[in-house]
C-alpha cells in the first residue's frame, strides 16, 4: 500500500494565498486534492493526470493551481485569493489506473491512495 503525505497547511488571513504539497511512494496517473470541512462533505478540489490534464471544481476555478514537480515526485496545490469558505482538512488522493480525461475525478472511489490531511485554515 503507497503512502501518501500531505504538508504545507497552517492559517492565512483572507486574500492570502498558501500552497500545500503531497508526495506518494508509489506509482500513480492521478492525483487529487480533496477537502472537507466541519459539517460538510468532502469535496473534489482539483484534479491532475500524467497527461497534465487538469480540472477543478467550480468554488475554486481561477485560484486554485494543481502542479507537479521533478517528474511527479510532488503534487502541490496553489491557492489564492483564500476566503473564510476556504477553511477545510485538505487531503490528497492518487490512483495509478489509467483513467484519462475522467469526469467522474470527483468520485472518492475512484483513487486507491490517501493520506491523512493538511488543515488550512483562512482567518477573516
Known amino acids: 500500500q503507497a503512502q501518501v503525505v500531505e504538508s504545507g497547511g497552517g492559517t492565512v488571513q483572507a486574500g492570502g494565498s498558501l500552497k500545500v504539497s503531497c508526495t506518494v511512494s508509489?506509482?500513480?496517473?492521478?492525483w487529487a486534492w480533496f477537502r472537507q470541512a466541519p459539517g460538510k462533505e468532502r469535496e473534489g478540489v482539483a484534479v491532475?493526470?500524467?497527461?497534465?490534464?487538469?480540472r477543478y471544481a467550480n468554488s475554486v476555478k481561477g485560484r486554485f493551481t494543481i502542479a507537479q514537480e521533478n517528474s511527479y515526485t510532488v503534487i502541490h496545490l496553489h491557492m489564492n485569493i483564500l476566503n473564510t469558505e476556504d477553511t477545510a482538512l485538505y487531503v490528497c488522493?492518487?490512483?495509478?489506473?489509467?483513467?484519462?480525461?475522467?469526469?467522474?475525478?470527483?468520485?472518492?472511489?475512484?483513487?486507491?491512495?490517501w493520506g491523512q490531511g493538511t488543515q488550512v485554515t483562512v482567518s477573516s
Open positions: 488522493a492518487a490512483d495509478p489506473a489509467f483513467y484519462p480525461y475522467d469526469q467522474n475525478w470527483q468520485d472518492e472511489a475512484r483513487y486507491k491512495y
Open positions: 508509489s506509482y500513480a496517473y492521478s
Open positions: 491532475l493526470t500524467r497527461d497534465n490534464w487538469t
